[in-house]
């Protein structure tokens, strides 16, 4: 039984869930990811581990509310239970005394962002996160990051809370500095993490990102999650999530990404319409 | 039509055809996922047990990768001893009910049977399938399990490797827990094998009678990345075996071989038999095939992947297969529903690239023509590409059936196993045993790509390997 023990609103449409699951508690390290399924006809969905706690047996995972099964994910409560939940997947962050750090978080990626910051800061490196949010109150988990790297910049695309605009605009000016970073993690929508690969490529410095493409299985068997990476073809799942960004074809994962847009759609209007009826 | 037939002072009556097996009508079943051939009545499997010779010397026998007795139950089920025919298949064979339907036959027993060399031969598979079906129908007796060793098992996959495996260990006394990645237990039963051709109430009755002995099973372990094989030993196994198949989708390496429209054969497949994705929107995983389909390759599972896109919705299903028809790897009877269901082939052709479509997605194929040239190693006639052959299909799906390669995960985090530079465990063919301690593997993960029965029975002899190894008879690890 994967049982809800905690549930905790971030945002009107950002949840937190802390999740009974002894052996992926016992295991999971930065940047992995695990897979739920809610019920008997559910999809099986990827979605990073936030944070474990190997005593209690639990993960906490975020997730934002965008299709059927994360807005019903988001009506569980606590006390409930998930049917199916298997981790940790995928390979761990590669964690080690790089020197300077910049891990960038986009959206819900700030959940994923904390454990990498947390295991860099811990290897011994310097460690500068920058959060973009698009607006303040998409904003969560800034103390708890506070507390786990040297320096915190935060922007919102809407100027609503510290300052206005894009998180490329913040590590445009990092890289700029005297001392630039030796590695650079992105985690977040898309766009974000191939905005941070134009910026970084510019001034040659390595900057990986962690991928988020369709998934069934999450062990290398249904192909789906299949990313171009420097020309070859490479499972997310297994070998990845985390590729190097300036060699991950974003294009054609864009691409890969709206394979099923259109039942996505569906499936969500109908869950939606059913709400409203009860 | 019968034939009368010298043999010495008796006279054998031949039968030169087989009784037909009923099947559904291929406007019909294509339609739905319903299983297409329908079993024998228990008069049907009495008159073609009939027709088998008895021969002194059971070539059929030979021919079966796990040596079921095959004489023996055809005789019993002459007699109308069912019961005792059942139990004499399950003497080798713990899965009938599953290898009566999937089994390649006819390169097996029905191939080796001497009454087949000038008529058909005895349907050797359709009698295992109709008593493994009379036996679920009747509800499976539990056997008697030998008096508790003492002794834990891990058995790393619920395939049919590991189902075979962990049966055998539990009746013979030892506790076994099975460790299943996915949220269901059956390995490629359940992802791999459609509806159509192996129902899955049946792989789940042979898992129901396998936790009725005892067998514990817990699934979403992914053993390589949730516990390594050495925590498995922490937790108190003596033993484990891995059989953890080939499920790892090969694909050509063609350019826009990634274009959206694109998948393997395996991805598609497990959407519409684990997910039910052809119940969306009640079933919660969706599912996308469009009008015209081309299946890359020839084998069980380019057939498997035809008929499950018919199935869809598919206008025109077409596989694309590099040798002749001669040399097509799927099981005939598979071939010939297919192309029953519509399926069209190409053969002696292979894609050369993916081209994208005004959207971006799949749009064409591009494919050369191939003639077959000398023999290969295999013994089959390898195909040579004809230059200048190129031709472009119009497409909207490419399912990529070329074969699969062994999972990766255990081989990744447990250094001291050793692994073929192909990434197969490597073993010991009679024992199963592996380079490191305690640790036994069989099926697909250790001799790649191959059959249901031929996992089976890499099982079970695993399962006397460990057995021995347990009661401190045979220490596989003392020889070396």
Redesign the interface.
């Known amino acids: 039984m994967f049982t809800i023990v905690r549930k905790e609103v971030l945002s009107p449409s950002v949840k937190l869930m802390e999740i009974e699951a002894p052996?992926?508690a016992r295991?999971a390290r930065a940047g992995q990811f695990l897979i739920l399924?809610i019920n008997e006809?559910?999809?099986?969905i990827p979605l990073t581990v936030a944070d474990c706690d190997p005593e209690r047996g639990t993960v906490t995972i975020v997730f934002m509310e965008i299709g059927?099964?994360t807005y019903a994910l988001g009506r569980m409560n606590q006390g409930e239970a998930l049917?199916?939940?298997?981790?940790?997947?995928g390979r761990p962050t590669e964690i080690e005394r790089f020197g300077r750090v910049v891990c960038v978080a986009g959206g819900v990626g700030t959940a994923a962002v904390y454990p990498m910051c947390r295991a860099f800061q811990e290897a011994g490196n310097e460690v500068i996160c920058i959060v973009g949010a698009r607006t303040k109150e998409l904003l969560f988990w800034e103390e708890r990051l506070r507390s786990v790297v040297g320096e915190l910049l935060i922007t919102t695309d809407d100027g609503s809370y510290v300052r206005k605009g894009f998180v490329t605009d913040v590590l445009r000016e990092v890289v700029e500095r005297p001392e630039p970073p030796d590695r650079v993690v992105a985690v977040g929508p898309l766009p974000m993490m191939r905005a941070v690969c134009a910026v970084t490529r510019e001034y040659g410095v390595k900057t990986i990102v962690s991928l988020n493409p369709i998934m069934?299985?999450?062990?290398?068997?249904?192909?789906?999650c299949?990313?171009?990476v420097a020309g070859k073809?490479r499972m997310a799942c297994?070998e990845g999530p985390e590729f190097d960004g300036h060699e991950v074809?974003f294009d054609?994962l864009a691409?890969?990404l709206?394979?099923?847009q259109e039942?996505?759609r569906?499936?969500l209007a109908?869950f939606q319409a059913e709400c409203d009826c009860q | 039509m019968t034939v009368e037939r010298g043999q010495g002072a008796e006279k054998k009556k031949i039968i030169p055809e087989r009784v037909p097996m009923s099947r559904r009508d291929p406007a019909e079943r294509i339609r739905d996922f319903g299983e297409v051939a329908g079993g024998y009545t228990p008069d049907e499997a009495m008159a073609e047990a009939s027709r088998c010779l008895g021969c002194k010397q059971p070539y059929c026998r030979e021919g079966c990768p796990v040596g079921v007795d095959i004489p023996a139950f055809i005789g019993l089920i002459k007699e109308g001893l069912f019961e005792a025919a059942a139990a004499k298949v399950r003497e080798e064979n713990l899965l009938p009910a599953i290898c009566g339907r999937v089994c390649p036959q006819e390169n097996q027993c029905e191939q080796r049977c001497t009454l087949g060399q000038k008529y058909e031969p005895v349907a050797i598979g359709r009698l295992e399938r109709f008593l493994g079906d009379y036996e679920l129908a009747r509800g499976k007796e539990v056997p008697e399990t030998a008096p508790p060793s003492g002794r834990r098992v891990a058995v790393v996959g619920s395939g049919p490797g590991g189902l075979a495996c962990a049966a055998d260990l539990a009746r013979l006394g030892h506790r076994v827990k099975l460790f299943e990645?996915?949220?269901v237990p059956g390995g490629v039963l359940v992802?791999g094998i459609p509806e159509f051709r192996l129902p899955k109430r049946i792989v789940q009755a042979e898992i129901e009678a396998l936790c009725r002995l005892g067998v514990e099973i817990e699934?979403?372990?992914?053993v390589g990345?949730?516990?390594t094989i050495d925590e498995l030993f922490a937790e108190g196994f003596d033993a484990v075996f891995v059989g953890t198949g080939a499920?790892?989708?090969r694909?050509p390496?063609i350019p826009g071989?990634?274009?959206?429209g694109v998948?393997?054969a395996?991805?598609l497949l497990?959407?519409v038999n684990l997910?039910?994705a052809y119940r969306?929107?009640?079933?919660?995983?969706?599912v996308?095939i469009g009008r015209r389909v081309v299946v890359l390759g020839g084998g069980n599972v380019a057939m498997d992947a035809a008929r499950t896109a018919l199935r869809l919705g598919a206008d025109e299903v077409r596989v694309v297969y590099r040798r002749s028809r001669e040399e097509l790897p799927a099981r005939q009877e598979e071939v010939h529903h297919a192309e029953e269901e519509g399926v069209r082939f190409t053969f002696l052709a292979a894609p050369v690239r993916c081209l994208a479509g005004p959207d971006?997605?799949l749009g064409a194929l591009e494919c050369l023509r191939f003639e077959l040239g000398a023999p290969d190693a295999s013994g089959r006639r390898s195909p040579v590409p004809i230059p200048g052959s190129e031709f472009i299909m119009e497409v909207d799906n490419v399912i990529?059936a070329i074969g699969q390669g062994p999972?990766?995960?255990i081989q990744q985090t447990t250094p001291d196993l050793e692994v073929s530079p192909k990434g197969m465990i490597v073993a010991d063919p009679e024992t199963g045993a592996t380079s490191k301690r305690g640790v036994f593997a069989g099926g697909d993960i250790v001799a790649g790509a191959a059959t249901v029965i031929m996992a089976m029975g890499a099982g079970r002899k695993a399962a006397r390997a460990i057995d021995a190894y347990l009661r401190g008879g045979v220490d596989p690890w003392n020889r070396r």
């Not at chain 2, 071989?257 to 959206?260: R, S």
């Open positions: 052996r992926i295991r399924r006809r559910g999809e099986r059927k099964t049917l199916d939940v298997v981790g940790p997947l069934l299985d999450g062990i290398g068997m249904c192909g789906a299949r990313v171009t073809t297994v074809d054609e691409q890969r709206r394979r099923y039942q996505e569906e499936a109908r | 990645s996915l949220h992802y699934c979403n372990v992914v990345r949730t516990v499920g790892s989708p694909f390496g071989q990634n274009l959206p998948q393997s395996n991805g497990t959407r997910m039910r969306f929107p009640e079933y919660d995983t969706p996308r971006g997605r990529v999972n990766p995960l």
